[in-house]
């Protein structure tokens, strides 16, 4: 809620995209410019990543991780190229990102993973990554054949 005012006090448009369940928990954002109402949280999820150009993982709970992962996950199997970045606000991520250079040692990811996301103290620093963004293609499959 306070990104989406702060988006509407600055003049900007907001796109809400609810499932139904919530809605009925009267958790819109009433001042959208366009809400879009859903069936499921799948569906929420689906309607985000096909609108959006950009993924910013903001501190937040379960369900901002459960998305940003999602996305990580589609970026590793080269299903998008759009910019993802973590705004570690204050060190939020810092165990998270521990956790991911812990899979990479273990094993579980390839050191090339870490080009999928990016990470930023700030709110300029995302905007800045993010308008400098260029997509690069993967130098190696996420996937080992042999």
């Not at 369940?21 to 096909?50: C, G, H, N």
């Not at 959006?52 to 937040?60: E, K, Q, R, Y």
């Not at 050191?111 to 905007?127: E, I, K, M, W």
Request: proline share 6%; glycine share 8%; with cysteine.
């Amino acid at each position: 809620g306070a990104v989406a005012r702060g988006v509407k006090a600055g003049g900007g448009r907001v796109v809400g995209v609810i499932p139904d369940f919530m809605k009925a928990l009267e958790l819109e954002f009433r001042e959208a410019d366009e809400l879009i109402t859903v069936s499921t949280m799948r569906e929420r999820k689906q309607a985000m990543e096909e609108m959006s150009d950009a993924f910013v993982a903001l501190p937040g709970g379960w369900g901002t991780l459960e998305e940003v992962m999602e996305i990580l996950v589609l970026r590793q199997l080269q299903r998008h190229e759009k910019p993802t970045v973590f705004l570690n606000h204050a060190g939020f991520y810092d165990h998270l990102l521990a956790f991911f250079e812990h899979m990479i040692a273990e094993r579980f990811g390839r050191p090339t993973t870490r080009s999928c996301f990016a990470v930023r103290d700030t709110v300029p620093g995302v905007l800045e990554y993010l308008e400098g963004y260029k997509p690069t293609p993967p130098d190696q499959p996420w996937f080992v054949t042999r």
